[in-house]
């Protein structure tokens, strides 16, 4: 059977296609060859766009001293979407770049509502995995935005100054002071490593979700009206697609039924994926007859984005769905027996992490 379609992208990828379109953001394409070493995020798209990556990934090669910011939001249990940004962050960790991981617990009190007392069992729960999942821990930094030194929160104070509401409320509709604060908070996260005080770092790169997207705008809008002042340059982004849940929705712990929690208890896992949403047919002999539509499936971008790293074995779940050789019971036992051993073998090193105390080693305590 002639297999023409290319598993690597084309699915989805009109409406992010759009969304590039709309908010100007790049297209990862043309940056591929300037990646230090393959990664099967930006091969498979996974990565589909970026603002000035490319100026980034120059001065890397270069020798620059280049940083990669990225935040969690300690308002949930860790899921797969986030191990997804952790990935990232190990990959240009391996190649050279600064690793700092801002945990956004002032955003998470003041948007989401957590309460005081939990900001920290999520925190703890969000850097565990992340140590886990191979970030390293005497190279990493960690910090809460409750817990910085006086020129971070300056930053806010003077960024303030340079933005109106018109302007905030073009990038973000309407705004209420919670959010006002949170977005003049994350510019702090992402340019105060710029300054002196905290590194210097002149190219940084900040990898997100495309939902992301406005407070990168408003980021780089505050970096050019304080180029002077503050020396300021204007970070770069990438952007990931969504991880999606098993209902093919975003992933997303306001919906814990259909997200993968890395804490889980085992049987949870395997009982959410027999329950997930996949691209198979209406009976098994039409199955065998038309095959699967694995561009609709997500145990298949379970396989795409986690399980089958190597684009060969990828290949094989495709084919072996779209000829029809394999049901969806049993391609879902097969995703389901392998991301139960890695979830099980994540959710041992950040237990080891834990009790060997390592998180208050690596993290100064929030203040809150
Ligand atoms: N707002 C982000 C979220 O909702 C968290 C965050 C805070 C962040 N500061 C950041 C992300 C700086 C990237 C860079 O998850
Ligand atoms: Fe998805 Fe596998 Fe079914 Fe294809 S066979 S639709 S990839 S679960």
Request: overall charge neutral; aromatic content about 10%; hydrophobic content about 40%.
């Amino acid at each position: 059977m002639a297999i023409t379609l290319d598993p690597w992208g084309h699915f989805t990828i009109e409406d992010y296609g759009k969304l590039i379109e709309q908010f100007g953001m790049m297209p990862i394409d043309p940056v591929l060859d300037l990646l230090p070493k393959n990664h099967h995020f930006f091969q498979r798209k996974i990565v589909f766009g970026h603002r000035d990556l490319d100026l980034w990934l120059k001065a890397l090669k270069e020798g620059g001293r280049n940083a990669v910011l990225t935040g969690f939001m300690p308002s949930g249990h860790v899921h797969l979407g986030h191990l997804m940004v952790i990935e990232e962050l190990k990959y240009f960790q391996e190649h050279g770049a600064q690793i700092t991981v801002v945990i956004a617990d002032a955003e998470a009190y003041a948007v989401r509502k957590v309460k005081r007392d939990q900001l920290f069992n999520y925190s703890e729960e969000y850097i565990s995995y992340a140590l886990a999942a191979g970030l390293d821990p005497y190279k990493t930094k960690f910090y809460f935005q409750t817990n910085q030194r006086s020129e971070y929160y300056r930053l806010i104070h003077m960024f303030s100054r340079k933005v109106t509401t018109a302007e905030m409320e073009a990038i973000y509709g309407s705004l209420e002071p919670a959010k006002i604060v949170a977005s003049l908070t994350q510019a702090a996260d992402i340019l105060h490593i710029q300054l002196e005080e905290y590194g210097g770092f002149e190219n940084v790169l900040v990898p997100v979700g495309a939902d992301q997207d406005p407070h990168i705008r408003l980021t780089r809008d505050l970096a050019d009206r304080f180029s002077e002042e503050l020396k300021l340059k204007r970070p770069s982004s990438m952007y990931h697609k969504f991880a999606r849940g098993l209902d093919g929705n975003k992933m997303s712990s306001s919906r814990p039924e259909y997200a993968v929690f890395l804490s889980d208890p085992i049987d949870i896992v395997k009982s959410k994926i027999m329950k997930a949403l996949t691209g198979g047919r209406a009976t098994a002999d039409e199955q065998r007859e038309l095959g699967g539509e694995p561009w609709k499936c997500t145990v298949f971008d379970l396989y795409s984005y986690y399980l089958a790293i190597d684009d060969r074995s990828l290949k094989d779940v495709y084919n072996d769905c779209i000829s029809g050789r394999t049901l969806c019971g049993e391609c879902k036992l097969k995703a389901c027996n392998e991301l139960v051993k890695l979830i099980k073998n994540l959710q041992e090193l950040a237990k080891r992490y834990i009790s060997a105390g390592l998180i208050n080693k690596v993290i100064e305590y929030p203040s809150f």
